[in-house]
């Protein structure tokens, strides 16, 4: 007969996104997630299948919770104006997290970027391909930029949000708000 688990999946995996984001994967050990997740190993194996199983339900549950900026930039009337406002919200969403420093998907973008893990490799190209296909849809609404300078404004803004990201790791708030300014008026 089948033992019930004594735990919630998502609460447990949210503990666990929580330390990797601390951490980065490669700083974490399976001691630590049982530390963190509050399961033993055999409890962490039996439902993810490994360290790697627990990081990509990590992910999973770090780019849900995303998800709710991405639909407000996606559904807002704006254009250049509400990718502004996702960058504002980006900060805040992982300024109002305690203990994380930076964007959780940026962290692993970087951590993973020389990495041989394409699992982790793919999820992080779909995701950065959304990004740039809303920031592209958002900024195709000013009909008059052509295709070339489109693209070359969404990649400009991908790595800004990369910089961004990185930068809300050490820089102040109002270095942080002078970025964003400075990024839109270069535009």
């Known amino acids: ?55 990509l339900e990590s992910l999973k549950c770090y780019k849900s919770q995303v998800n709710a900026l991405l639909e407000k930039l996606k559904n807002a009337p704006e254009g ?6 996702f960058f504002y919200d980006s ?9 994380q420093k930076g964007c959780f998907l940026t962290n692993t973008y970087n951590e993973f970027s020389e990495s041989e893990d394409e699992v ?17 849809e958002k900024l195709s609404m000013d009909t008059s930029k052509d295709d070339a300078t489109l693209l070359k404004q969404a990649n400009y803004l991908l790595l800004a949000k990369h910089g961004l990201a ?22």
């Open 120 to 136: 982790v490799k793919e999820q992080m190209a779909t995701f950065m391909l959304h990004l740039k296909a809303l920031i592209i």
């Open 1 to 55: 007969m089948a033992r019930t688990k004594a735990y919630r999946e998502d609460e447990v995996i949210q503990r666990a996104m929580d330390l990797f984001w601390r951490n980065g994967y490669q700083s974490t050990s399976m001691q630590m997630l049982e530390q963190e997740m509050g399961i033993n190993k055999f409890s962490i194996y039996a439902s993810f299948g490994s360290k790697h199983g627990v990081f």
């Open 91 to 99: 900060v805040a969403e992982n300024a109002d997290t305690a203990g």
């Open 80 to 85: 250049v104006a509400a990718i502004k406002q």
């Open 166 to 187: 990185a930068a809300s790791r050490v820089n102040s708030r109002t270095e942080i708000e002078d970025y964003i300014e400075l990024t839109f008026k270069n535009l």
